[in-house]
């Protein structure tokens, strides 16, 4: 029996990494800044008809008392630059929705809608935020002044994930703990210097203009499908610094609504966005040891224990399966219903394991190609990383 008993160590070591090893980010201030700078929100959009609406419109009750609102239509097709315009700009100081221009050769799509939001903005301080997100009231005012108490050059934030359907409850915490076991302390690579252990929320990223500007603007991540992790990884081996902070109260994104769009989008960037965090020489050993440990950590024990209650391997498989598989219905459980979801859907963990595993393994197939809003890209070559 103490043979079984050891070999149930990696799935104990798991929740004891997190508990030791990860810091999640401190909350944002409470209160308003003490100076309010005008700050320019940017929302790129691209057939965005079921988000647009509520997006401009949790923005445009924002209590900060200065700023303006730019929605760049990036061309689309379901009458998203309309229902933006519809919401009014509330107490922003203006609402523009820009009709987007073609889109230029070597640029993917998001770039080139938040540049040309940017190039049009005349606020000091930059908001680029998604079209899928919700702001409270307080949030940009909170993320102001959380930019002024740790003097960041780039502010982002980590809010609530919206989960609504089945699929987005069983396969988002899977997607969300493999980002916290390779993002475990974020504030501290970037406090060190540890560019490739930084990574920002793409959903809110806020920069003073200057720096903004500086860096090339979006220009230097014009062919990044993970803009939001290389705008990062540029901050911090720029010497600049970037925070995030913690808004689960006040910020809200809904980034998927069926398994198509899970699987869509994560596939777009999970390879090639995570082997850019990696050094060059570890990169061909990412995808056969993730799948590797993946496989064994959440799908063998589960197989395993059906095996022994069926009679196999005899009661040392028994003692095994069911430690490991205890073990990973404590950890899947707690994360998920942190996430707001049902704790019921932790139990449902060898599904959203297996369906990340093969949203992995198919990001790993198409490599540099991408599909992503009725677009094609080629990615650029791994060899041209740093």
Request: glycine share 10%.
């Amino acid at each position: 029996m103490i043979l079984p008993l050891l070999l149930t160590l990696p799935w104990l070591a798991v929740p004891a990494f997190l508990a030791l090893r990860a810091r999640m980010p401190r909350e944002l201030p409470a209160g308003p800044p003490a100076r309010s700078p005008l700050v320019s929100v940017v929302i790129p959009a691209r057939n965005e008809a079921v988000n647009i609406a509520t997006c401009v419109g949790s923005l445009a009750a924002s209590t900060y008392s200065s700023f303006e609102i730019l929605v760049v239509d990036d061309r689309s097709e379901d009458g998203t630059a309309e229902l933006a315009r519809a919401v009014g700009p509330g107490s922003a100081r203006g609402l523009r929705v820009i009709e987007g221009a073609p889109l230029p050769e070597g640029w993917l799509g998001k770039p080139w809608a938040c540049a040309q939001g940017a190039r049009a903005a005349v606020g000091e301080v930059l908001l680029f935020t998604d079209a899928d997100t919700v702001h409270g009231p307080d949030l940009l005012g909170r993320a102001v002044a959380a930019m002024e108490e740790d003097r960041a050059d780039l502010l982002t934030v980590v809010g609530r994930q919206i989960m609504g359907s089945f699929w987005e409850r069983v396969v988002q915490p899977q997607m969300f703990l493999t980002l916290i076991f390779r993002f475990f302390d974020v504030e501290r690579a970037a406090a060190t210097g540890r560019w490739r252990g930084a990574i920002a929320n793409g959903q809110f990223l806020l920069f003073r203009r200057e720096v903004y500007e500086r860096l090339g603007g979006h220009a230097a991540v014009k062919d990044e499908v993970a803009e939001d992790l290389v705008f990062a990884q540029i901050v911090v081996r720029s010497g600049r610094r970037l925070c995030l902070r913690m808004a689960e109260t006040a910020f809200a994104t809904r980034m998927y609504r069926s398994l198509g769009e899970i699987v869509a989008g994560w596939s777009k960037n999970f390879i090639m966005g995570g082997l850019a965090t990696m050094p060059p020489r570890l990169r061909p050993l990412v995808v056969p040891v993730s799948t590797v440990a993946g496989a064994t950590l959440w799908l063998v024990p589960p197989v395993a224990l059906v095996a022994a209650l069926g009679g196999v391997g005899g009661e040392g498989l028994l003692a095994w399966a069911l430690v490991t598989v205890a073990a990973s219905l404590v950890l899947w459980t707690n994360l998920t219903r942190s996430m707001g979801a049902p704790l019921a859907y932790g139990l449902l963990y060898p599904l959203g394991a297996a369906v990340g595993m093969a949203i992995f393994l198919l990001s790993w197939w198409r490599g540099r190609r991408v599909v992503w809003k009725g677009r094609s890209y080629v990615l650029r070559a791994l060899s041209e990383r740093p």
